[in-house]
């Protein structure tokens, strides 16, 4: 069963940076696409980053200039390196891989304060 771990969110002063990890597990298979979501408070889950397994990226436009989002070295494993945060871009963010179908991760928080 696939499961996927995130990890790197907290609490950060406007301006500074975070980078979230994703790791997926349970498949000898590579994810076709790994991507961030995000769902701030009172809001729907919107598209942050979204990477395929050939390196093509896709950014939303309010984060495009400040998040990078990267595949690693071991196989399933994404990062989001977000710099320059907002209050606006406080969220929970959730990792999403795609094969067959999507799977979720459980999401993690960042606070962004002003």
């Known amino acids: 069963q696939v499961q996927l771990v995130e990890s790197g969110g907290g609490l950060v002063q406007a301006g500074g940076s975070l980078r979230l990890s994703c790791s997926a597990s349970?498949?000898?298979?590579?994810?076709?696409?790994m991507g961030w979501y995000r769902q701030p408070p009172g809001k729907q889950r919107e598209l942050v980053a979204i990477?395929?397994?050939?390196?093509?990226?896709n950014y939303a436009d309010s984060v495009k200039g400040r998040f990078t989002i990267s595949r690693g070295s071991a196989k399933n494993t994404v990062y989001l390196q977000m710099n320059s945060l907002e209050p606006e871009d406080t969220a929970v963010y959730y990792c999403k891989a795609i094969r067959e179908r999507d799977y979720w991760g459980q999401g993690t928080q960042v606070t962004v304060s002003s």
């Open positions: 349970g498949t000898r298979f590579t994810m076709s696409a």
């Open positions: 990477i395929s397994s050939g390196g093509i990226t």
